[in-house]
C-alpha cells in the first residue's frame, strides 16, 4: 500500500497530519503535513535524524501528547475509528486492544512498584473482561511468545529485576496481551546492545508475520530499517522527503538526505575510506525555512530550493520524493519522451 496516497481499503489512513507545540516564547512545528495510508500485515518504518518528529509522530497517532501545549491537525482514521475526534473514554478503549506500543525504554513505561505480571493481568483483565485465572494464563502464554524463559517466575519479578533485552521482550508481551491489529514501535532496540538488537528485531517480525499486525517502526539507524521493513518514509524536519518499497528507497534513492543516510553506514568494504557524513545539523523546528529544510545542509542546493517547499514527485512503484532536481528530471524524462513519439 502507498505511503503517500490515500487508499479506500487501507487499515490506517493518515491525511496531512500535523503536530505544533506551542508555549509562550515560541511555537515548534514537529510534524508539517504527513500522508500515509497502511494494509494490515504491512510493516512502516519512520527512518530519520533525532529530532525529525519521528516519535511526535507516533504519539500523534494515538494522542499521547500533551492536550494543553500540543495542536495536532488533520486525520488519523484507524479501521472505522477517527482517532483524532474520538472522547477521552473512547480512546482509552482502543489504547492497547486496538493499538499498542513499545516505548524506546521499557523500564520507563513498566510502573516501577508493581510486579510486571501484574501490570500485563491488569490489561487483560481491563479490556476483554477476562478473570484472573484466564488472564494469568494468557500473560504465560505471551511470554512463551516472546520467548522469555521460566514465565511464572519473571511474572513475579519487578522491572528493574530483569535485564534490558528481557525486559524489553516483557513490554513486547504487554503490547501484544490485547491481540491489537496495530502495533507502535518507537526505537524499542535503540537502548540494547548489538547481539540482543538483532534478537528483538527477528522477534518483532516474526511475531508480525505470525500475528498478521500492522506495524509502524521508527528508528534512525538504516540497517534496523532495511531488516524489518517492507515499506520506508524517510522523515526530515517534520516532513516526509522520501517514502517507497524498501528495496526501491535503498536501491534507487533519490533525495540527498537518503543519500547522505546511506552514505553514512559503516560497512566492511569502507577499509581506508573516510566515512561521509551529512554536513551542518537539522534546522530549528521553531523558523523553519520557506524553502527546503535540508537546503543549508545539501551539496546540491541552488537558488530555486530556497524559492519554496518542494512538492511530492511521484515515481516508479509508489517511490515519491520532495526534490526540486528530482521534479527537473521526470519533467526532462516526459519532455523526452514526448518528443521522441
Known amino acids: 500500500m502507498s505511503v503517500s496516497n490515500a487508499s479506500n481499503d ?3 489512513k493518515v491525511a496531512d497530519l500535523t503536530v505544533q507545540f506551542v508555549s509562550r516564547d515560541a511555537t515548534v512545528y514537529a510534524v508539517n503535513g504527513i500522508n500515509f495510508t497502511l494494509d494490515q500485515r504491512e510493516v512502516l518504518v519512520i527512518l530519520g535524524e533525532s529530532g ?4 511526535v509522530t507516533l504519539r500523534a497517532l494515538m494522542r499521547l501528547l500533551p492536550p494543553r501545549t500540543a495542536r495536532i491537525g488533520g486525520r488519523v482514521q484507524v479501521g472505522d475509528a477517527n482517532v483524532l475526534s474520538m472522547s477521552d473514554v473512547e480512546l482509552a478503549e482502543i489504547r492497547g486492544s486496538k493499538v499498542a506500543m513499545i516505548f524506546q525504554e521499557p523500564m520507563v513505561a513498566f510502573d516501577p512498584v508493581y510486579k510486571i505480571g501484574q501490570q500485563i493481568i491488569e490489561t487483560i483483565i481491563r479490556h476483554e473482561s477476562l478473570s484472573m485465572a484466564e488472564a494469568h494464563r494468557r500473560s504465560l502464554e505471551l511470554f512463551d511468545l516472546v520467548q522469555i524463559p521460566s514465565p511464572e517466575q519473571r511474572l513475579k519479578a519487578y522491572p528493574h529485576e530483569l535485564s534490558g533485552g ?12 490485547c491481540r491489537p491489529t496495530l502495533l507502535l514501535a ?12 538483532v534478537q528483538i528485531l527477528l522477534l518483532l517480525r516474526e511475531l508480525q508475520r505470525e500475528l498478521g499486525m500492522a506495524v509502524i517502526f521508527v528508528t534512525h539507524d538504516v540497517g534496523v530499517a532495511v531488516e524489518i521493513a517492507d515499506r520506508i518514509a524517510v522523515m526530515y524536519a517534520g516532513r516526509f522527503v522520501e517514502t517507497g518499497p524498501v528495496r526501491s528507497v535503498i536501491r534507487d534513492s533519490q533525495h540527498p538526505y537518503t ?4 552514505a553514512s553506514i559503516v560497512d566492511g568494504s569502507m577499509r ?3 566515512l561521509e557524513a551529512i554536513p551542518g545539523s537539522p ?4 523558523t523553519l525555512p520557506v524553502g527546503c529544510s535540508f537546503a ?3 551539496r546540491y542546493s541552488e537558488d530555486r530550493c530556497l524559492d519554496a517547499t518542494p512538492g511530492e514527485v511521484r515515481l516508479a512503484k509508489e517511490h515519491m520524493a520532495r526534490c526540486v532536481r528530482v521534479e527537473a528530471r521526470r519533467i526532462g524524462a516526459v519532455e523526452d519522451h514526448d518528443s521522441a513519439i
Open 10 to 12: 487501507a487499515f490506517v
Open 52 to 55: 525529525s518528529g519521528k516519535s
Open 166 to 177: 528481557m525486559c524489553q521482550r516483557a513490554m513486547i508481551a504487554l503490547a501484544l496481551s
Open 186 to 197: 518507537d526505537e524499542p532496540t535503540t537502548a540494547l546492545d548489538a547481539t540482543v538488537q
Open 259 to 262: 543519500q547522505g543516510l546511506l
Open 272 to 274: 581506508g575510506r573516510r
Open 283 to 286: 534546522p530549528d523546528l521553531t
Open 296 to 298: 543549508p545542509r545539501c
